[in-house]
């Protein structure tokens, strides 16, 4: 198959790469019992390997007007990129997290494709499978496709039918004039609306990027119960979870000293603009609103309550920053993206 460019979302993400902002997701799955190796190769090549994505590098030529492209990698070898290693003693969940962290600092070879899996053992009376991806491979809704057709090739489960490839799109009417300038407009009001805001007070969360990283989670949150604490004001359960992170914030916040009643700390959060027909497919579809939280409210019944009316209106028509708009329009001189961290990082005061 001949090398396929990125779509202008994934391109972004894949330029977006630097030492200190690396683009790429670390996920862990624990388990009660050990795993064996063997059957966890297996479950990744016919789970993992029916999508195309992860049996294919990322080529790029340099030049500043070519976009990267998929390229079937020759003499694709699974083994080059599941590894097993032990977990030292004491076998604990502090060395999980040590280890871990570890990983997530290192960078992804662009010699391959952008993946790789560890299966760490003696993780208490089990082990851990931590699996590592580029960005530019999908967003957190394509990789839940992912995930449901890799458990499903373990033994017990039902085989998902293999993966297809996105669909060719049909013929469409190029934009014109006025349809490319309404959607510059609308990416340009959005950056501007970013860049404007007041600039947020110092705080323990302000500072330079390190290339050194640290890994920590909570324990597991019934789905049931974050519904059911939406359910009284039709909250969705990212509200609860929005609001439960605003106010453990906030607790970390008044450990240090701090005074939260005139605190403001500012959070990107993710909107999901995948259209029905490519649920299924990887890719990037999203957009971003940035968040006020409520820290200093006293209440979890008051921070609920202001996340969801703060977020339902974000979610109004021309108030998330448009990601497929803004990478489209940079699609002409993607090598721009590789400025991004440092670009970003200068304007965190004012908008991050």
């Not at 004491?90 to 790789?116: F, K, N, S, T």
Request: net charge positive; with cysteine.
């Amino acid at each position: 198959m001949p090398p396929q460019p990125l779509e202008p979302v994934d391109a972004a993400w894949f330029h977006l790469d630097g030492p200190a902002n690396q683009a790429i997701v670390t996920a862990v799955s624990l388990t009660a019992w050990p795993l064996q190796f063997a059957k966890v190769l297996r479950a990744l090549e016919h789970g993992l390997l029916s999508f195309e994505r992860f049996r294919q590098r990322v080529v790029d030529s340099g030049s500043a007007l070519s976009s990267p492209a998929w390229e079937d990698m020759p003499g694709f070898n699974l083994d080059r990129h599941v590894h097993r290693a032990a977990l030292p003693a004491p076998h604990d969940e502090e060395a999980l997290l040590a280890m871990i962290g570890d990983l997530a600092g290192q960078p992804l070879d662009h010699a391959l494709p952008l993946w790789q899996a560890y299966v760490v053992e003696n993780v208490g009376s089990g082990d851990a499978l931590v699996f590592r991806y580029h960005h530019c491979i999908g967003d957190g809704a394509a990789m839940m496709t992912v995930a449901a057709r890799l458990f499903s090739a373990l033994p017990g489960h039902s085989a998902l039918p293999p993966a297809a490839s996105a669909p060719a799109a049909p013929p469409t009417e190029a934009p014109g004039l006025l349809d490319t300038a309404r959607t510059a407009l609308s990416a340009a009001t959005s950056l501007v609306g970013l860049l404007i805001k007041p600039a947020d007070p110092p705080s323990p969360f302000k500072g330079r990027f390190a290339t050194s990283q640290r890994v920590a989670w909570s324990g597991p949150v019934a789905i049931r119960d974050a519904k059911a604490i939406g359910a009284a004001s039709g909250a969705k359960v990212n509200d609860v979870l929005t609001a439960c992170v605003a106010g453990a914030l906030r607790r970390y916040l008044q450990g240090r000293g701090i005074d939260v009643r005139r605190k403001t700390l500012r959070a990107m959060v993710p909107l999901s603009l995948r259209p029905p027909e490519r649920v299924g497919q990887l890719g990037n579809m999203f957009g971003l609103v940035i968040l006020e939280l409520p820290v200093a409210a006293a209440s979890p019944a008051r921070r609920l309550a202001l996340t969801q009316s703060r977020m339902d209106a974000l979610k109004r028509p021309r108030r998330h920053l448009p990601c497929k708009p803004c990478s489209t329009c940079s699609a002409a001189a993607p090598r721009c993206w590789k400025t991004c961290p440092a670009w970003c990082s200068a304007a965190r005061p004012a908008w991050c």
